[in-house]
C-alpha cells in the first residue's frame, strides 16, 4: 500500500500522540510500500514497519527506537544519525543504506543484509548481528563493544580503528578484512576465519583466537608475561 504525504503526516501525529499516552494510535506500517518517502526527523519509535519497502527512503536522524523493521527493504536509504537503539532488523535488507553516525545499541540484525552498507562511526554495542551480512561494508570507527557476530559474514569489510572490545566473532568470515588499529580485546575469534585480513597495529590482547586462520605470516605479539620469561 502506497501512502501520501498527506497519509504519512497524519500516521506520524496520531503516532506521537500514542507515545505520550494522548491517545492517537500506533503507526502500522505492515508491508507499506515507503519507497524514497521523506521521514527525516520522524518519531517512529516503537512503530511496526515489519516488510515495509523502504527503499531509497530519507530517514536521517529519525527516532526509531524499539521500532519493529523485520524483513524491511532499506537498501540505498539514508539513516544517518538515526537512532535504532534496539530496533528489531532481522533479515532486514540495508545493502548500500548509508548508516553513518546512527545508533544500533542493542538492535537486533540477525541474517540482515548489509552489503556495502556505510557504518562508518555506528554504534553497535551488545547489537545481536548473528549470520549478518556484512561484505565491504564500511566500518570504520564503528563501536561493536560486545556485539555478537557469530557467523558473519565481515569479508573485505572495512573494520580501521572499530571497537570491538568483547565481540562474539567464532565462525565469522574476515578474509581480506581490514582491520588496521582495531581493538579486539577479549574478542572471541573461534574457528574465524582471517584469510588475508589486515590486523596491523590491531590489539588482540586476551583474544581468544583458538582453530583460527590467521592471515600468512602473521604472529601473534608476545605477550609481556612471555617476554619475561
Known amino acids: 500500500m502506497q501512502y501520501t504525504t498527506e ?17 492517537g494510535e500506533r503507526a ?3 508491508d507499506a510500500d515507503l519507497r524514497g518517502a521523506d521521514l527525516t526527523d520522524a518519531n517512529l519509535a516503537r512503530a511496526n514497519l515489519t516488510g515495509a519497502d523502504l527503499r531509497g527512503a530519507f530517514l536521517s536522524r529519525a527516532n526509531l527506537i524499539d521500532a ?5 527493504d532499506l537498501s540505498g536509504a539514508d539513516l544517518s544519525g538515526a537512532n535504532l537503539t534496539g530496533a528489531i532488523l532481522r533479515r532486514a535488507d540495508l545493502t548500500y543504506a548509508n548508516l553513518t553516525d546512527a545508533n544500533l545499541t542493542s538492535a537486533d540484525l540477525s541474517c540482515a543484509g548489509l ?3 556505510n557504518l562508518t562511526g555506528a554504534e553497535l554495542s551488545h547489537a545481536d548481528l548473528t549470520g549478518a551480512i556484512l561484505r565491504r561494508a564500511y566500518l570504520t570507527d564503528a563501536d561493536l563493544t560486545d556485539a555478537n557476530l557469530t557467523s558473519a559474514d565481515l569479508s573485505c569489510a572495512g573494520l580501521t580503528r572499530a571497537n570491538l572490545t568483547g565481540a562474539e566473532l567464532s565462525h565469522a568470515d574476515l578474509t581480506g578484512a581490514i582491520l588496521r588499529r ?8 573461534t574457528d574465524a576465519n582471517l584469510t588475508g585480513a589486515n590486523l596491523s597495529d590491531a590489539d588482540l590482547t586476551d583474544a581468544d583466537l583458538t582453530d583460527a586462520l590467521l592471515p600468512k605470516g602473521f604472529t601473534l605479539p608476545k605477550s609481556p608475561e612471555t617476554e619475561a620469561v
Do not use: F, M
Not at 68 to 72: M, V, Y
Not at 182 to 189: G, M, P, R, S, V
Open 28 to 30: 502500522i506500517l505492515y
Open 68 to 72: 519493529n523493521l523485520i524483513g524491511a
Open 182 to 189: 582495531a581493538d579486539l580485546t577479549y574478542a572471541n575469534l
Open 115 to 117: 552489503t556495502r552498507a
Open 7 to 23: 497519509a504519512l503526516v497524519e500516521i506520524l501525529s496520531n503516532h506521537a500522540l500514542w507515545l505520550k499516552g494522548e491517545g
